[in-house]
């Protein structure tokens, strides 16, 4: 969840390593901090807040080096504080440690080693990491790589961490378990990151590091070894993005540039998969696994937040097309609750970092039992592409703000083909509905583009709720995960309480919420459910609730009884989620503007949850 970055050559550490936390503030952005060694000492600056504050506190201090470390925070063990920040130093003052993750045995190894008289300067688990390797090193009067062993083998819970010792200016340590790390390789320089995006201006060279590797950098030199301390060989992997897909590119927030990305992020998804004028669609991980794809007795998808709600969508479109029995689980809850599973299950991990902890483990549990596991990610190289049999891409670019936008239409778009391609290949949908549905999936790019094209109204009406206190988001069928996708929008961008329900379950309860103040958006596209939602729409009207809906272009009915409109072009009930779905986004994002709010970076919140 918190970035990290590393560097060892023969530039200046601290531009680059500065310029990187800026690229991973989306990871965590409570604190920030560097390490640095030169001229043999060992210099460290931390400062609550963003990296700007960092940045501005290190102006005319020493950081003169060609080796250091860096970390922004997304706090677990402490609150966010100085004092809490890392770099965090070891008691004897030679090493400095950044890490990533939680160590859950930590208040058994920090009572030993304050027995033995260590004292501890924050309330970080990694602290006490850092400190317990410095024991072991002192104990067993061996390497500080061998004390990073022997310490990883006693810890238990996730990690990514990045060492360096004041006495070694010439080496960076790094290990991993559960959180990412990918190292950059240059000309007699080594660049070391939670992901691409700091590395790319530099090299398109990298090496993703697997679970429980260690990794000894130095300016002309990657060494890999597992914990039984044999040597592994690198793969090397050319990154595929460029540096104008992390940059702002002329708009004010990255969530912005993403959502009007979309046309171009979906074609991207679509573009080589699905080809019209053949009348097939192009997938080699189904096309190899066709057979225990269409022979599945059920599918399970696992996901968590914004993915989750794409999954729902996906237990629509499988049980529609494929008539295979779907469940979608979370999987926080999935990972716990010893769920029952056969061999031949499938299981469908959808994730846009590919390393999202929850889900990890829950795929090894699954992968034990027998399951076939299909990753959907974003990430190439990630944890969950790796630990999949097969899986497919969503291509849609890195995505900065932490409020998910392309990728959850980049990963409906894969799971739509999903459907279809293992749908024809059972029989279950004609051929007639397969090239229909083909066609309307064709044509979702230009009409994003149309929604896109001027969003005025949108921003009117986010400027006239934006006081809300509470907010309803009301749909139903393929609609409802829409809904609910809209809801968490709001409430992560602008920090307004809002909920998503199935209409039909509003008289269930959330009714009584309903007064003149209180805006209720239905998701309201012509749809088999179109009848229904206009009676639900005319049950908040009685009540004098404020009624915004998402209609379709040509409606006639819903404007009329709606006190606002924002509308999206026909589409099948099918594909329309991909349509639906934009304005909430936009509405979400022009609320939390006209809150005055980081939209960016919203509260509390960070891009890639590695930890539990």
Not at 164 to 186: C, E, F, H, Q, Y
Not at 236 to 251: C, F, P, R, S, V
Not at 376 to 389: E, K, M, T
Not at 479 to 503: C, Q, V
Request: include cysteine; hydrophobic fraction near 40%; proline fraction near 4%.
């Amino acid at each position: 969840m918190c970035g990290i970055v590393g560097y060892i050559g023969q530039r200046e550490a601290y531009p680059i390593i500065l310029k990187g936390l800026k690229r991973l503030e989306y990871r965590g952005y409570d604190s920030a901090g560097v390490a640095l060694i030169g001229n043999n000492k060992l210099n460290v600056y931390k400062k609550k807040g963003k990296v700007a504050e960092l940045e501005e506190y290190a102006v005319g201090k020493d950081v003169h080096a060609n080796i250091g470390i860096g970390h922004t925070r997304w706090a677990t063990h402490g609150e966010p504080s100085d004092r809490n920040a890392h770099p965090h130093i070891s008691n004897n003052g030679a090493f400095a440690l950044i890490h990533n993750g939680i160590i859950e045995n930590y208040v058994l190894i920090k009572q030993e080693l304050v027995k033995k008289g260590y004292t501890f300067k924050s309330d970080t688990d990694s602290e006490v990491l850092l400190n317990f390797i410095e024991d072991i090193k002192k104990n067993n009067n061996c390497t500080l790589e061998e004390a990073l062993r022997i310490a990883l083998k006693r810890v238990v819970g996730a990690y990514c961490i990045l060492l360096i010792d004041v006495n070694d200016p010439t080496t960076i340590i790094a290990a991993r378990k559960g959180s990412p790390l990918v190292i950059g390789i240059g000309k007699n320089e080594h660049f070391l990151a939670s992901d691409a995006s700091p590395i790319i201006e530099y090299t398109k060279e990298v090496v993703y590091v697997n679970d429980y590797e260690i990794a000894i950098v130095k300016s002309d030199e990657l060494i890999l070894k597992n914990l039984g301390n044999e040597k592994q060989t690198p793969y090397i992997t050319k990154l595929d993005m460029d540096l104008a897909e992390i940059e702002k590119g002329g708009y004010e927030h990255f969530m912005l540039k993403e959502i009007n990305e979309q046309p171009d992020s979906i074609y991207d998804c679509l573009r080589g998969r699905l080809l019209l004028h053949d009348g097939k669609i192009v997938m080699s991980g189904i096309e190899q696994n066709i057979e225990i794809l269409k022979n599945a007795p059920r599918i399970i998808i696992v996901a968590c937040g914004t993915s989750w709600h794409a999954g729902l969508i996906a237990e629509y479109v499988f049980e529609e097309l494929c008539r295979t029995p779907v469940e979608v689980e979370y999987a926080s809850e999935f990972r716990y609750r010893n769920p029952v599973i056969h061999k031949g299950d499938v299981i469908i991990a959808i994730s846009q970092s590919g390393e999202t902890a929850d889900t990890l483990v829950a795929l090894e549990s699954a992968k034990e039992k027998g399951a076939f596991i299909f990753g959907v990610v974003n990430a190439v190289g990630s944890s969950i592409a790796r630990l999949s049999h097969a899986g497919a891409y969503t291509h849609a670019g890195p995505e900065i703000g932490v409020a998910s936008t392309k990728a959850f239409t980049g990963q409906l778009t894969v799971l739509i083909m999903m459907a279809l391609k293992i749908g024809y290949a059972k029989a279950t949908i004609t051929h007639e509905r397969y090239i229909q549905l083909m066609k309307d999936l064709e044509s979702v790019p230009e009409k994003v583009k149309e929604i896109l094209k001027d969003t005025t109204n949108i921003q009117h009406i986010a400027n006239k709720y934006k006081d809300a206190s509470d907010f309803l988001f009301l749909g139903r069928g393929y609609n409802f995960p829409i809904a609910l996708e809209g809801a968490l929008k709001l409430k992560e961008i602008s920090y307004i309480h809002a909920e998503g329900y199935p209409a039909a379950e509003m008289k269930h309860g959330p009714i009584a919420l309903v007064e003149e103040k209180l805006p209720v958006l239905f998701v309201a596209t012509k749809d088999s459910y179109y009848q229904k939602i206009v009676s639900n729409v005319q049950e908040i009207k009685a009540r004098k609730g404020k009624v915004i809906a998402v209609a379709t272009a040509d409606d006639n009915v819903i404007p009329n009884m709606a006190n606002d409109v924002m509308f999206v072009p026909d589409a099948d009930e099918i594909i329309a989620p991909l349509l639906s779905v934009i304005p909430l986004q936009l509405l979400s994002y022009y609320v939390g503007i006209a809150k005055g709010y980081d939209v960016d970076k919203p509260r509390n919140l960070a891009k890639s949850v590695t930890v539990e």
